[in-house]
């Protein structure tokens, strides 16, 4: 089955980076986007922005655009998200999400997310 | 960007009764809005696509309606592992924003 697993808990001072890496299996890596979304504590889900898998364009919310980059690592069916320059307001799940549309398919700029990582809490304190 | 108003933030219901939860954008998204379901300590899971389509292996009780800003998601027969937070998405318009979630609770 499709299934996308996450790597494990970070916990990072302010100005620090952080890198999570999401690995899929169950289908062929290259036919489908991932998104990261992450989900504030109490709060509601925010996407952050989209890679493919393919070529490894990518789509960025403004929000993060400068701080984010994500990654691909097709021999290992691995994405990667890195975020830089912490602040304590960037604690949160951090979640990969696969589109459920397969490239080739996509009708719009962003598609829906099925399915989803199990989530990386990541905690930014000094 | 398109904001996505869910209403009620919390409902209270006990198993067998219906569930309706509410989810308005500010500007018209067409059919292109969702429904996920997240319980606690859970990533979210996709349950309606396209407004009405339900994903694979979503249960039938789970129905979803609506199209240009109101939509509605229905769950016809409350079960007990249904109580979790509800959240609408929405893709017409770039970025893709989602709502602020409905808390469904065991009255």
């Known amino acids: 089955q499709v299934q996308l697993v996450q790597s494990g808990a970070e916990v990072k001072k302010p100005g620090a980076s952080v890198k999570v890496s999401c690995q899929a299996s169950?289908?062929?890596?290259?036919?489908?986007?991932i998104n990261w979304v992450r989900q504030a504590p109490g709060q509601g889900l925010q996407w952050m922005g989209w890679?493919?898998?393919?070529?490894?364009?990518?789509n960025y919310a403004q929000k993060f655009q400068g701080r984010v980059t994500m990654t691909t690592d097709t021999s290992a069916s691995t994405v990667y998200m890195e975020l830089r320059s912490l602040r304590s307001d960037d604690t949160a799940v951090y979640y990969c999400?696969?589109?459920?549309?397969?490239?080739?398919?996509?009708?719009?700029?962003?598609?829906?997310?099925?399915?989803w990582g199990q989530g990386t809490l990541v905690t930014v304190s000094s | 960007e398109i904001v996505l108003t869910q209403s009620p933030a919390t409902l209270s219901l006990s198993p067998g009764e219906r569930a309706t939860l509410s989810c308005r954008a500010s500007?018209?998204?067409?059919?292109?809005l969702a429904w996920y379901q997240q319980k606690p300590g859970q990533a979210p899971r996709l349950l309606i696509y396209?407004?009405?389509n339900r994903a694979a292996g979503i249960p039938a009780r789970f129905s979803g309606s609506g199209s240009g800003t109101d939509f509605t998601l229905t769950i016809s027969s409350l079960e007990p592992e249904d109580f979790a937070v509800y959240s609408c998405?929405?893709?017409?318009?770039?970025?893709?924003?989602f709502g602020q979630g409905t808390r469904l609770e065991i009255k």
């Open positions: 890679i493919s898998a393919y070529n490894g364009d990518t």
């Open positions: 396209d407004a009405s």
């Open positions: 169950g289908y062929t890596f290259t036919t489908f986007g």
């Open positions: 500007q018209s998204v067409s059919n292109y």
């Open positions: 999400a696969r589109d459920r549309n397969p490239l080739e398919l996509r009708s719009l700029r962003s598609d829906w997310f099925d399915p």
């Open positions: 998405q929405q893709r017409r318009i770039w970025p893709p924003t």
